[in-house]
Nanobody
Framework: EVQLVESGGGLVQAGGSLRLSCAAS????????IGWFRQAPGKEREGVSC??????YYTDSVKGRFTISSDNAKNTVYLQMNSLKPEDTAVYYC??????????????WGQGTQVTVSS
C-alpha cells in the first residue's frame, strides 16, 4: 500500500525558511516521480516542484527559492523553501506518479501540511 506523509509545515515570517518532508512507503523511488503541490484558500491546486531520477522541475514562482531533493535510503523527498513570501501560504501536498514528472495524473496523495507565511 502506497502511503505518503508530509511534515514540516508551520508559521514563518516573510523571508524565512521551512523544509517540508514527504515520507513515502509502499514503493521505491526508482520508477516514480514525486511532486509537491499546494492549494491556497479559494484557489486551484498548483504544481510546485517535482523530482524523478534526479531530474528536478519547478514552477516559475518558486524558482531560485525552493529546492527539491530526495533521500532514497530514507524514501523521503524534501522541499527546502527559502525567502518565503505571504503568497506561498497554502496547504502543501506531496504526490506520486509513475515514471516521469508532470503536473498531472498523480496516483497517490498525502494528507497535506499547512504553510503560513506572515507579512
Amino acid at each position: 500500500e502506497v502511503q505518503l506523509v508530509e511534515s514540516g509545515g508551520g508559521l514563518v515570517q516573510a523571508g524565512g525558511s521551512l523544509r517540508l518532508s514527504c515520507a513515502a512507503s509502499g514503493f521505491t523511488f526508482d520508477d516514480y516521480a514525486i511532486g509537491w503541490f499546494r492549494q491556497a484558500p479559494g484557489k486551484e491546486r498548483e504544481g510546485v516542484s517535482c523530482i524523478s531520477s534526479g531530474d528536478t522541475y519547478y514552477t516559475d514562482s518558486v524558482k531560485g527559492r525552493f529546492t527539491i531533493s530526495s533521500d532514497n535510503a530514507k524514501n523521503t523527498v524534501y522541499l527546502q523553501m527559502n525567502s518565503l513570501k505571504p503568497e506561498d501560504t497554502a496547504v502543501y501536498y506531496c504526490a506520486v506518479r509513475r515514471f516521469v514528472c508532470s503536473w498531472y495524473r498523480y496516483d497517490y496523495w498525502g494528507q497535506g501540511t499547512q504553510v503560513t507565511v506572515s507579512s
